[in-house]
């Protein structure tokens, strides 16, 4: 499976982004799909995930109310609707793909590229 994610921006607090995460390969339908960020100088760290059917998602307390992760299997599309950003949210966003829901890296096979959100004060 090859990740490719896209959809960050600049935008100023409390505004939303939404990204996208198209996949290519076979087994896209067949994979959880996980959101993680890495801001600089942090550690990666998840942020929500969603199972092969799109029923089952997970969400980082931190993001929990804000942020909502959804698939369009006939797309092969995961998604990452964001709102009421705050600038501790500024990362690098990452889209990855793993055989079941989980909030673990190890857990994840296969990595997109990232995309840059920045949010502004």
């Known amino acids: 499976v090859q990740l490719q994610a896209s959809g960050g921006g600049l935008v100023q607090a409390g505004g939303s982004l939404k990204l996208s995460c198209v996949a290519s390969?076979?087994?896209?339908?067949?994979?959880?799909m996980g959101w993680f960020r890495q801001a600089p100088g942090k550690e990666r760290e998840f942020v929500s995930a969603i199972g092969w059917s799109g029923v089952g998602t997970h969400y980082a307390d931190s993001v929990k109310g804000r942020f909502t992760i959804s698939r369009d299997n006939a797309k092969n599309t995961v998604y990452l609707e964001m709102n009421g950003l705050k600038p501790e949210d500024t990362a690098v966003y990452y889209c990855?793909?793993?055989?079941?829901?989980?909030?673990?890296?190890?857990?994840?096979?296969?990595w997109g590229q990232g995309t840059q959100v920045t949010v502004s004060s």
């Open positions: 390969g076979r087994r896209f339908s067949g994979n959880a």
């Open positions: 990855a793909a793993a055989p079941r829901i989980s909030s673990s890296q190890p857990d994840y096979g296969y």
